[in-house]
T-cell receptor
Framework: GENVEQHPSTLSVQEGDSAVIKCTYS??????FPWYKQELGKRPQLIID???NVGEKKDQRIAVTLNKTAKHFSLHITETQPEDSAVYFC???????????WGAGTKLIIKP | DTAVSQTPKYLVTQMGNDKSIKCEQN?????MYWYKQDSKKFLKIMFS???????INETVPNRFSPKSPDKAHLNLHINSLELGDSAVYFC?????????????FGNGTRLTVT
């Protein structure tokens, strides 16, 4: 079955710098890759997603890249701000499949 | 208007008790889920229902029993609570099957078993 590994488990960056979180997946048939952000004490919320027919997707300061050959995808956050501090989860799934396979999460700390 | 609402927000109880957590969504979604998030923040799916039909039943002790009276509700009943059940339980919903629509999570129920 699918397995998703996420690195690093904790990432500390200076405010204004960029942050990159990486995930690898095992099932080459996976074709949907969302990223969720969970602020402290809050619920996870979708921030961006990408499907396998696209290599990159951007939304303001966040972007996701997908390398299908290497089976990895990454979340990029530029010009980090204090409100970016949160736990970020990657996930992978197949179309016609209800079940997302989740990464273990990355705690992003933005240092002032 | 809260899209996915679950109650209670906090639940403190003793070992051996039975408790329920309720979840309702007003998004018109067909699929609902229960997730468990432990102290290490890992999100683990427990159950998923599509139009009241159980479609995912992960390796969860049979002390946990989900019930979906209609597609807008998915409740979780837990019998004989154990210390290891302490966690945050999230209900979620999504539009349906086969389209990988985003999950909408409730605000979570923090269960503490003493």
């Amino acid at each position: 079955g699918e397995n998703v590994e996420q690195h690093p488990s904790t990432l500390s960056v200076q405010e204004g710098d960029s942050a990159v979180i990486k995930c690898t997946y095992s099932d080459s048939a996976s074709n949907y890759f969302p990223w969720y952000k969970q602020e402290l004490g809050k619920r996870p919320q979708l921030i961006i997603d990408i499907r396998s027919n696209v290599g990159e997707k951007k939304d303001q300061r966040i972007a996701v890249t997908l390398n299908k050959t290497a089976k990895h995808f990454s979340l990029h956050i530029t010009e980090t701000q204090p409100e970016d501090s949160a736990v970020y989860f990657c996930a992978a799934s197949l179309d016609s499949n209800y079940q997302l396979i989740w990464g273990a999460g990355t705690k992003l700390i933005i240092k002032p | 208007d809260t899209a996915v609402s679950q109650t209670p927000k906090y639940l403190v109880t003793q070992m051996g008790n039975d408790k329920s957590i309720k979840c309702e969504q007003n998004l018109g979604h067909d699929t609902m889920y229960w997730y468990k998030q432990d102290s290490k923040k890992f999100l683990k799916i427990m159950f998923s229902y599509n139009n009241k039909e159980l479609i995912i039943n992960e390796t969860v002790p049979n002390r946990f029993s989900p019930k979906s009276p209609d597609k807008a509700h998915l409740n979780l009943h837990i019998n004989s609570l154990e210390l290891g059940d302490s966690a945050v339980y999230f209900c979620a919903s999504s539009r349906g099957t086969g389209d990988n629509s985003p999950l909408h999570f409730g605000n979570g129920t923090r269960l503490t078993v003493t």
